[in-house]
C-alpha cells in the first residue's frame, strides 16, 4: 500500500475480508491518526495530539492480525504528519509546525518541517532531518534513499511576491539520514515521484499557480541528483490573471514511460506522454473540457483530473467537465480504446495483478 492520509480520525478497525467481521478497533491514546502504511505482517500509524501550547506525534506498530502494540516510538518533533513511508529496515515520516508568524511584507510564513528515520523493528528513533517549512517525500526502494522536497512556503496575506523561492531536493540514505546529493528546482514543488533512473518533480515558479498545483515538470538523475531534461506547460489562450504558467500534474511512471495530465490553451484535460530519459513528447490526447473549477484560476484551490495509472500496455485515465468517464488508451501511440462512463457520474483508477 501507499502512504494514505485519512484525515484526523481518532480510531482504526480491522475487518475479516469474506465477511466484514469486524476483528479489532484501536483507539488512539494521542487523539488522532494521520496516515498509515502497511508491510507484511504490521500496520504502522502516524499519531498526533495537539494543545494550546503542547503537542505531541508518534509513529506506532500494530500487529495486522491482532491490532496489539508492538512498539510506539518517542515524541518526535511536529506536531503535523505528512508522508509515511517504510524502506531500508526504517519508517520514515515527514511532519510540520503549525503555521507561525509573517514576515516583514505580511506574508504568512509556516514553521520548521522534519523527517524522521525510525527503526522498523523496535521504533527507536535513528535519526531527524530538519529543514525549510514544507517537506514531501518519496521512496527509492533500489537504492534505499528517500527522496525530499523542501520549499518556504509564502502564503500571502497582501499582494503575493513575483516568484516562489526555489525547492531544495535531497537524496537521503534511508537508514542514517546521510546526504547522498542535494539541488534545487525552480518555484514550489510537490510530491517527488521516483522512476527506475530519475525523480520528477512537478513545480510552480510563481504563486500566480494557485496552492497545490503546478507548471512544469523536472527530471532529475536519481544517483547524483543533475537534472536531465524540463517541461513547462504554457497558460490557456487569454488567461486574465496574467500567469505566465500553465497546468501540469504529477506524473505516472512505468519503466521509460512518464504520462502526465495538462490543462490545454483551450482549457482542455490533455494526457500527456514522455519518454522518461530524454523528456521527449511521444503522444497526447485531448480529453474534452476542464471541470469548472480547474479553469477557474486563483481559486483557492482546484482540484486536478481524478487518476491517472499506467501499465506495460495501456494508459488510464479519469476526466470529465460534468461526469467522470474512465478511458483506456494504447500506451504506444494514445489510440482510444475504450471509454467506461458509470451511472454514479464518479470514478477512480486502480490496477490490480
Known amino acids: ?31 488522532a491518526i494521520e496516515a498509515v502504511q502497511v508491510q507484511g505482517q504490521t500496520l504502522y500509524l502516524a499519531e498526533t495530539t495537539s494543545a494550546t501550547n503542547a503537542s505531541t506525534l508518534h509513529v506506532t506498530a500494530l500487529h495486522v492480525a491482532t491490532g496489539q502494540v508492538q512498539w510506539r516510538s518517542p515524541a518526535l ?22 503555521h507561525k508568524g509573517t514576515d516583514a511584507q505580511g506574508h504568512l510564513l509556516t514553521a520548521t518541517s522534519y523527517m524522521h528515520g525510525c527503526d522498523l523493528a523496535t521504533g527507536q528513533l535513528l535519526w531527524s532531518f530538519s529543514q525549510g517549512s514544507e517537506m514531501q517525500a518519496a521512496l527509492d526502494a533500489a537504492s534505499a ?6 520549499t518556504t512556503s509564502i502564503f500571502a496575506t497582501n499582494a503575493p511576491p513575483a516568484r516562489f523561492p526555489p525547492t531544495q531536493v535531497y537524496a537521503l540514505d534511508a537508514r542514517t539520514g546521510t546526504s547522498h546529493w542535494h539541488t534545487t528546482v525552480e518555484g514550489r514543488a510537490s510530491v517527488p515521484v521516483v522512476g527506475a533512473t530519475a525523480v520528477y518533480v512537478t513545480s510552480a515558479p510563481s504563486p500566480h499557480v494557485a496552492a497545490f498545483d503546478a507548471s512544469a515538470i523536472t527530471a532529475l538523475d536519481l544517483r547524483t ?12 489562450t487569454g488567461d486574465a490573471g496574467a ?3 500553465g497546468l501540469v500534474y504529477p506524473p505516472q511512471v512505468l519503466g521509460n514511460t512518464v504520462a502526465t495530465f495538462l490543462l490545454s490553451e483551450q482549457n482542455n484535460v490533455v494526457v500527456a506522454v514522455f519518454d522518461a530519459t530524454s523528456g521527449q513528447s511521444r503522444w497526447s490526447r485531448d480529453m474534452g473540457p476542464a471541470p469548472p473549477q480547474l479553469v477557474a484560476r486563483g481559486a483557492p484551490q482546484r482540484t486536478g483530473p481524478d487518476a491517472l495509472a499506467v501499465t506495460a500496455g495501456m494508459v488510464y485515465a479519469v476526466t470529465g467537465a460534468t461526469s467522470a468517464a474512465t478511458t483506456g488508451l494504447r500506451a504506444s501511440d494514445g489510440r482510444v480504446l475504450w471509454t467506461f462512463a458509470p451511472p454514479n457520474n464518479g470514478a477512480s483508477v486502480l490496477i490490480a495483478g
Open 243 to 245: 500567469a505566465s504558467e
Open 77 to 98: 518533533a511536529g506536531d503535523d504528519a505528512g508522508n509515511l513511508l517504510i524502506g531500508a529496515g526504517t519508517v520514515l515520516v515527514t511532519t510540520t509546525t503549525s
Open 1 to 31: 500500500l501507499s502512504p494514505t492520509a485519512i484525515g484526523t480520525m481518532g480510531a482504526i478497525e480491522a475487518f475479516r475480508q469474506r465477511d466484514g467481521q469486524r476483528l479489532w478497533r484501536y483507539a488512539s491514546p494521542t487523539g
Open 145 to 150: 534513499s528517500v527522496i525530499v522536497t523542501v
Open 225 to 236: 541528483g543533475a537534472p536531465l531534461w524540463h517541461r513547462a506547460n504554457p497558460p490557456p
